[in-house]
């Protein structure tokens, strides 16, 4: 359950995951939290002192690393008029990350540290905005000694579960 607290350390909340996949359970892991593996989710929750939504659009794929189940997860999350996007990894010291959508060219940041690398501000809207008319993502995580992780993601559901996020915010702000 390491993984479980390096998640919502990073991201500030638990984000939803689903214990659904054979793979997770195939390990003991429960991932009942968060959603189906590989689905993009949307979670938004307005805060009763401020009227303020707190939202975030995710999506996380587990893997064998030899005897240990690993996870990658990228979190998207608005950031007044802007996004900032999460990479977070259970695998250690990131070095750089990047991300591919379709055949585009990579965005790359070297906003990284333990388990963790960020998108910001104006590369998240760029992001956003190339997952809004994207099929296919491509991650990466430069690791700073041991190496690089790539994983595929889809794209499929990204456009519902961010309009879903918009209209909720939209909704608090009234």
């Not at 965005?107 to 296919?136: H, K, L, P």
């Not at 190496?147 to 990204?158: E, I, K, M, N, W």
Request: glycine share 8%; hydrophobic share 40%; net charge negative.
């Amino acid at each position: 359950m390491r993984w479980i607290k390096i998640l919502t350390v990073f991201v500030g909340t638990l984000i939803g995951v689903s214990a659904q996949t054979a793979h997770a359970n195939q390990f003991g892991i429960d991932t009942s939290d968060f959603g189906p593996e590989g689905v993009w989710n949307n979670y938004c929750e307005i805060d009763r002192m401020t009227d303020m939504a707190s939202c975030r659009l995710y999506i996380y794929r587990l893997y064998e690393n030899g005897r240990e189940v690993e996870y990658v997860s990228l979190s998207v999350i608005p950031t007044g008029g802007s996004f900032a996007i999460f990479l977070s990894t259970s695998e250690g010291l990131i070095d750089s990350c990047s991300i591919r959508v379709d055949r585009q060219d990579k965005i790359d940041t070297r906003m990284a540290s333990i388990n963790m690398c960020v998108f910001a501000d104006v590369t998240g809207a760029q992001v956003v905005e190339q997952f809004r008319n994207g099929s296919a993502l491509l991650v990466r995580s430069n690791f700073l000694r041991a190496g690089r992780r790539d994983v595929d993601f889809t794209l499929s559901g990204f456009t519902r579960n961010f309009e879903e996020m918009q209209r909720a915010m939209h909704i608090a702000q009234r």
